[in-house]
């Protein structure tokens, strides 16, 4: 059983930055990939990004490439998600998620935190 733990959502103005935390319970964290997911009002939840369990490979959407960076410290049980550049359309509620795997699927979570909201102002 793994609990998670969101934090660091707020209100940003257009260009800013976040960095959103996901505090996580349990000893199975490092057995997990973890990745971000959100959901926009009236929208679909989507994948934001991914990280496997022990490697650090990490997976991005198009949109976040190059502006998102997403990040795990198994020592500490905690994931990251780091947002620069941010756009009015990044606004959402951002949850974190997990999954015993080796492999970092878009899908299929068994574990999901609370979610934090993001606002992003023009």
């Known amino acids: 059983q793994v609990q998670l733990v969101e934090s660091g959502g707020g209100l940003v103005q257009a260009g800013g930055s976040l960095r959103l935390s996901c505090a996580a319970s349990?000893?199975?964290?490092?057995?997990?990939?973890i990745s971000w997911f959100r959901q926009a009002p009236g929208k679909e939840r989507e994948f934001v990004a991914g990280?496997?369990?022990?490697?650090?490979?990490?997976y991005y959407r198009d949109s976040v490439k190059g502006r998102f960076t997403i990040s795990r410290d198994n020592a500490k049980n905690t994931a990251y998600l780091q947002m620069n550049s941010l756009k009015p359309e990044d606004t959402a509620v951002y949850y974190c998620a997990a999954l015993q795997s080796r492999y970092v699927p878009r899908s299929n979570y068994d574990y999901w935190g609370q979610g934090t909201q993001v606002t992003v102002s023009s």
């Open positions: 990280i496997s369990r022990s490697n650090g490979i990490t």
């Open positions: 349990g000893r199975t964290f490092s057995s997990c990939a």
